[in-house]
């Protein structure tokens, strides 16, 4: 994680008053512009007046005594360090107490490498579906990222329309849409395997190809051809994206289709086309059911989602145990943004009761360096009917640097003392 220095230069506004402090705090949380215009002011009687326009002319200012009281509590909970810089001071400004995971990593011993990790806040406003993650960088805990949920959260999703239309056959020399596609195998029932496919187009191409007051429409046609004696399985249907504002820094349009299949090797070919015939991308893989159940893994595929909530948005994203699972589709995140890994747990030991005892804990690796690199994490514990345990788990990417990482999730079944392990890799981008 990111080390600043213990030193910072001092300005000007170090050694103004504690209330001109206060003053120029709470502002910077409301409005930065207006913060700045009253630094500029003449101290005294030019910064009161100030302060008094602000206050008459802002949307803020029946709630003034509130911020005043606020930034009172802000100081005394978190300005004794660095008032000034510290930016939970603004956040607790601006929202008010949230609800704060704190977290001290101590030194990791990971081969030959020791990781100093600097301490970390996450502060959630379940009311506002709001959260915040801060990282100690010398003297302040400084703003890594934050993320949306619940009634908040918005998720770009391809849905689907009756249009009533065949599909459209692309135009010789068809753009690419850039249609991505991921496939997770999870539970075994009987002689079928559960498959979730997700698959998403990018924003910046449904943007460009569909102006503004334009519908955008795809057809997308999935086909599953298997090698053996079960029968074809074809789903094709249109999908439409609304244009509610991307709230959640997500890069793709997503959608999400669950088939039960029976134990076969398939040949995957999703092909999306635009109602104009004018770009289209084909995407084919084999999907191998035969070798994952001979081979009786001790867990499902790693499943990547972008927001897993209670929050129901489209019956497409419904998952028994959460109203909406969106995918994440490609596994890439930006530094600072959080995302969530779900997999299956099988063959857990039971207790008397007929329930499973577990706990999960989880690790994130630098695959170019090599290097455990550390971020909040806590214990997750399983329990339940039967001998498959679900694991969710939300992944604080904090300020970890750009590169290629793997998932290393550590499962201790607690009635039977016996280990497994998870992985999955996935790619940290920089922030924007």
Known sequence: MSRCGQFRSLTPLDTSSAETKLNYLILASLDARSAQEYVTQTPGKAREEYLDWFWHNSAFGPSRAVFEQRARDARDLFGAVDLLNDDRVRTFIHYGPARRDQYEPQPVENESTRIIVNPAEIWSYDSLGRQFDFVRGGTAFKLVGQS???????????????????????????????LEVSVGRLHQQGDTVQVELHYGIPLRVLAARFPSGHQPLVHVTINLVPHGNSALISRSFWVSTGTADDTTSVDLAVGR?????????YALTVSAVTADSGAATTFKQDLDLLRYVRSAQPA??????????????????????????????????????????????????????????AEAKYELMNSDTRTMAVVPTSTRFLAGPGPTGVVVERIHTMDLRAGHYLLVSRIQDLNANRPVTVTAGFEILPAR
Request: hydrophobic letters at 45%.
């Open 148 to 178: 949306q949920y619940g009634r908040a959260a918005t998720m770009p999703a391809l849905e689907q329309v009756d249009m009533g239309r065949a599909a459209p056959v692309p135009v010789a020399g068809a753009q690419p849409l850039g």
């Open 300 to 357: 499902s595929d790693v499943l990547f989602y972008s927001l897993v909530d209670s929050t129901m948005q489209s019956a497409q994203f419904a998952r028994p145990e959460w109203a909406r699972v969106v995918p994440l589709v490609t596994p890439k995140v930006r530094s600072g943004r959080a995302f969530y890994a779900l997999y299956e747990v099988y063959n857990l030991t039971l207790d008397s009761a007929g329930d499973h005892h």
């Open 257 to 265: 289709e669950v088939f039960m299949l029976p134990v076969d090797v």
